[in-house]
Nanobody
């Protein structure tokens, strides 16, 4: 079993920045892929970014160039640096992980509790 804990959410003005962090513990495998998802009110949960055990990254078109996903040295942590934030970025952000890189981008096994990000003047 893997446990994921997110932190770093909050209220920020448009154009501002936030850094989300996720720490994994338990039966974590070094080869796990990790991802950030988000769910805005009234919308389906969407994949924001994911990163493989080898450091390869992918981003949703809506955040590409503004957000950066990265892993810690042990590869059981992941961060999401969010810059140039827009009101449309307002959502609950979830950390996720899976041993299968494809499943991480679709139906990951392990999820964090979520952290609220609100972008508003």
């Amino acid at each position: 079993q893997v446990q994921l804990v997110e932190s770093g959410g909050g209220l920020v003005q448009p154009g501002g920045s936030l850094r989300l962090s996720c720490a994994a513990s338990g039966s974590i495998f070094s080869g796990y892929a990790m991802a950030w998802y988000r769910q805005a009110p009234g919308k389906q949960r969407e994949l924001v970014a994911h990163i493989t055990s080898g450091g390869s990254t992918n981003y949703a078109d809506s955040v590409k160039g503004r957000f950066t996903i990265s892993r810690g040295n042990a590869k059981n942590t992941v961060s999401l640096e969010m810059n140039s934030l827009k009101p449309e970025d307002t959502a609950v952000y979830y950390c996720a992980a899976d041993g299968d890189v494809v499943r991480t981008a679709t139906r990951p096994r392990y999820w964090g509790q979520g952290t609220q990000v609100t972008v508003s003047s």
